[in-house]
């Protein structure tokens, strides 16, 4: 059974950075692209970055309102995705859920959610 | 950037069918996906690849996408079917994923 467990999330005052963990299990973790997507209180989701498999060259992406402070990263050996939060501002107030994407870049697979107030 | 538009609400008897728009410039041209997020919880995955359903996921549940369109079709609704719908694609150009702003159905 797939599972995708985000942790990390917490109050943070603006200007602080924050880590926050996607620990996974029940599938090959490293050959899946993973992706973060937030929603802010009463809001849609907003998609906030992601890190390809490392055949793909592990690089990543991010959304024009998180790029240069937010950086995605992965450790295969744990099966776990981090997302790097710098410069936090009062606007990154959300439930970040990591998702796992699919062969046609769907997310197949979410998390439960972690709250970051900021 | 790549946008997507859906319209905020739709309200629908029960039994009758709910057609959930997605506009984009060419759409058609991209893999639609669809998620179902009922409130206290996370999204869930209902349509992939423009038609195709996830196991689990009831027939009811169907998809098209062409020219500057996708739809999320559900037949027979019913009270469970409440929840918020987005539409999501990869835009190719920028390598970034794209979700529409969601809509809220309402069953009456």
């Known amino acids: 059974e797939v599972q995708v467990v985000e942790s990390g999330g917490g109050l943070v005052q603006p200007g602080r950075s924050l880590r926050l963990s996607c620990t996974t299990s029940?599938?090959?973790?490293?050959?899946?692209?993973m992706s973060w997507v937030r929603q802010a209180p009463g809001k849609g989701l907003e998609w906030v970055g992601f890190?390809?498999?490392?055949?793909?060259?592990?690089?990543?992406e991010y959304a024009a309102s998180v790029r240069g402070r937010f950086t995605i990263s992965r450790d295969d050996s744990k099966s776990i995705a981090y997302l790097h939060m710098d410069s936090l501002k009062t606007e990154d107030t959300a439930i970040y859920y990591c998702?796992?994407?699919?062969?046609?870049?769907?997310?197949?697979?979410w998390g439960q959610g972690t709250l970051v107030t900021v | 950037s790549y946008v997507l538009t859906q319209p905020p609400s739709l309200s629908v008897a029960p039994g009758r069918t709910a057609r959930i728009s997605c506009g984009g410039d060419n759409i058609g041209r991209k893999s639609v996906h669809w998620y179902q997020q009922k409130p206290g919880q996370a999204p869930v995955l209902v349509i992939y690849?423009?038609?195709d359903r996830p196991s689990g996921i009831p027939e009811r549940f169907s998809g098209s996408n062409s020219g500057n369109t996708a739809t999320l079709t559900i037949s027979r609704v019913e009270a469970g079917d409440e929840a918020d719908y987005y539409c999501h694609v990869w835009d190719s150009s920028s390598d970034h994923r794209v979700f529409g702003g969601g809509t809220k159905l309402t069953v009456l």
């Open positions: 998702a796992r994407e699919g062969q046609q870049w769907q997310f197949d697979y």
């Open positions: 890190i390809k498999s490392k055949t793909y060259g592990g690089t990543g």
């Open positions: 690849y423009n038609s």
């Open positions: 029940g599938f090959t973790f490293r050959d899946y692209a």
